[in-house]
Nanobody, 117 residues
Framework: QVRLVESGGGLVHPGESLRLSCVASGSIRTIHAMGWYRQAPGSQRELVAAFTSGTEATYAHSVKDRFTISSDNTKNTVYLQMNSLKIEDTAVYYC???????????WGEGTLVTVSS
């Protein structure tokens, strides 16, 4: 089993920045790739950013050039640096891990990001 714990959410004003962290523990070796999703009220959960292979990453069009995903493998941690935040970025942000076996995936509990003027 893998446990994912997010942190770093909060209330910010438009234009400000936040950095989310996700620490993975447990069966780390069963993780293939990690990423971030978000779910706004009344909306479906959507991909924000995720590693595809090695250090390559994919981003949602709405966050490209504003958000950056990174990792520190020595700390089993994935980060999401969010700059120039917009009101529409308000959502619960979830850390996600794809396992090495088909159908294996893990989710964190989520951290709330609120962007409000």
């Amino acid at each position: 089993q893998v446990r994912l714990v997010e942190s770093g959410g909060g209330l910010v004003h438009p234009g400000e920045s936040l950095r989310l962290s996700c620490v993975a523990s447990g069966s780390i070796r069963t993780i293939h790739a990690m990423g971030w999703y978000r779910q706004a009220p009344g909306s479906q959960r959507e991909l924000v950013a995720a590693f595809t292979s090695g250090t390559e990453a994919t981003y949602a069009h709405s966050v490209k050039d504003r958000f950056t995903i990174s990792s520190d493998n020595t700390k089993n941690t994935v980060y999401l640096q969010m700059n120039s935040l917009k009101i529409e970025d308000t959502a619960v942000y979830y850390c996600h891990a794809d396992g090495i076996y088909v159908g294996m995936e893990y989710w964190g509990e989520g951290t709330l990001v609120t962007v409000s003027s």
